[in-house]
């Protein structure tokens, strides 16, 4: 099991997240961090540190956020890796819990 970040993240793009993971296998689009599935080793310490409850356990994920665990699978492919905790964008709290932004998404 992995875990899995998901909707709440896009424009928000918290990275506490990114500095107490043990394995670094969150990496970083332009308005979203995904976690690597094949490199998360389920040590739960990320889940915590999102300031807006974005990143759930695999077997925790809400119903309504499951086509996360295919876009984290093929983001990580994609963009490059995180290790160190960086400002999140300037309106991050204007997003924090809009419902369906998955439309926002940049890839």
Not at 36 to 51: F, N, R, T, V
Not at 71 to 81: C, G, S, V, Y
Request: with cysteine.
């Amino acid at each position: 099991m992995a875990f899995i970040v998901t909707d709440n993240c896009i424009k928000c793009k918290h990275t506490d997240c990114v500095e107490v993971c043990p394995v670094d296998c969150f990496y970083e689009g332009p308005n979203f961090l995904v976690i690597d599935p094949d490199e998360c080793i389920d040590c739960a310490l990320c889940e915590p540190e999102c300031p807006v409850e974005a990143i759930f356990s695999e077997d925790e994920l809400p119903a309504d956020q499951e086509q996360y665990v295919e876009i984290n699978a093929d983001l990580a492919a994609k963009w490059p890796n995180i290790t160190e905790k960086k400002d999140p964008p300037a309106d991050a709290a204007e997003w924090d819990g809009v419902p369906n932004k998955l439309q926002y998404l940049e890839k």
